[in-house]
């Protein structure tokens, strides 16, 4: 049976670009040294190719970082197409729910903790929601179609006032709508794991210096490592995975003085920089364990057969 591997385009890797790159040629060499037919592409590549069904008979998981809606389209028709015959990790239907609107959505609607958030319109929206936001610590806004592909898509306001000045200019790039989430107080973490394995990680970015702008690190503050429940933050993410449908994921989770627990940001597919060689084994076991899973139905058929 094959593979299909696809990269992420470079914008969509801001400041990570090399991280993105490894991560993935991690797993693809690993599926190959354990023997696996493997063809990968660049989204580009993948989307001249526009492979049809005669192409893809031999074919029984794509895994893709890509997060092109072109692409996760055409990835959308072939699930349909092929009807379970081919898995897709992570998925295009859950790589889609890790935009930042529908996330924010889906943790709120699954009652996961969070930062206080609403998903607001760039024009025409009450200024009393952005004050009831405002809890006095400032607010995070963040576009909300898609990820952040550049520093202006995710940016902070000291207030209401300001938030609204910030919403004008998302609305100049015709951004339709922006999640705006009060500033939590407490320890910033990132998180990594994948879904089906024993894999998660977890760390205090400032410490190791894996983060993107300086300047949020000044906004944040200093780490006061308060302590809290690991086992529970697991547990929040695995359901955040769940939910969103992603096994291989990543996100930000801040712990307050009382170790209360709240995921701000997660992600499909995160770059696993600061963990990369345990989370490469751990994303090839998973995609393996796919493949596995395809096969079972048919080895018990031909059991039954003989």
């Avoid at 943790?107 to 009393?128: E, F, K, R, V």
């Avoid at 939590?184 to 205090?204: A, M, P, R």
Wanted: aromatic share 10%; proline share 4%.
């Amino acid at each position: 049976m094959q593979i299909i591997g696809i990269k992420r385009a470079v914008k969509h890797s801001p400041n990570h670009i090399n991280n993105d790159a490894t991560i993935f040629q991690m797993v693809a060499d690993q599926l190959q040294q354990k023997g696996h037919q493997l063809t990968t592409y660049h989204e580009h590549e993948f989307l001249k190719l526009k492979p049809d069904t005669a192409a893809l008979k031999d074919v029984a998981l794509i895994f893709s970082m890509s997060r092109n809606r072109e692409l996760l389209a055409i990835l959308s028709g072939i699930q349909q197409s092929f009807r379970g015959q081919i898995q897709m990790i992570n998925s295009p239907r859950g790589i889609s729910n890790c935009f930042r609107s529908n996330i924010t959505r889906i943790l709120l609607n699954q009652q996961i903790a969070t930062a206080p958030s609403q998903i607001i319109p760039t024009a025409g929206y009450a200024p009393d929601d952005l004050k009831k936001l405002d809890q006095g610590h400032g607010l995070w806004l963040k576009r909300g179609d898609f990820h952040a592909i550049i520093k202006e898509d995710v940016v902070f306001a000291k207030n209401s006032d300001e938030a609204a000045q910030l919403l004008a200019n998302f609305h100049s790039r015709s951004i339709a709508e922006v999640v705006v989430s009060t500033h939590l107080e407490g320890d910033l973490i990132k998180f990594y794991g994948v879904s089906g394995t024993n894999f998660f990680h977890w760390l205090y970015p400032y410490d190791k210096g894996h983060y993107k702008y300086k300047e949020f690190k000044a906004i944040n503050g200093a780490t006061h490592y308060f302590d809290f429940d690991h086992q529970l933050l697991k547990s929040m993410a695995d359901q955040a995975s769940v939910a969103a449908e992603v096994p291989i994921y990543g996100g930000d989770a801040v712990i307050n003085d009382k170790g209360d627990i709240a995921i701000i940001d997660f992600n499909d597919w995160p770059s696993f920089a600061p963990c990369r060689d345990q989370a490469a084994s751990a994303i090839t076991r998973r995609l393996i364990q796919a493949l596995e899973a395809m096969n079972r139905p048919t080895a018990r058929a031909h059991q039954e057969l003989s």
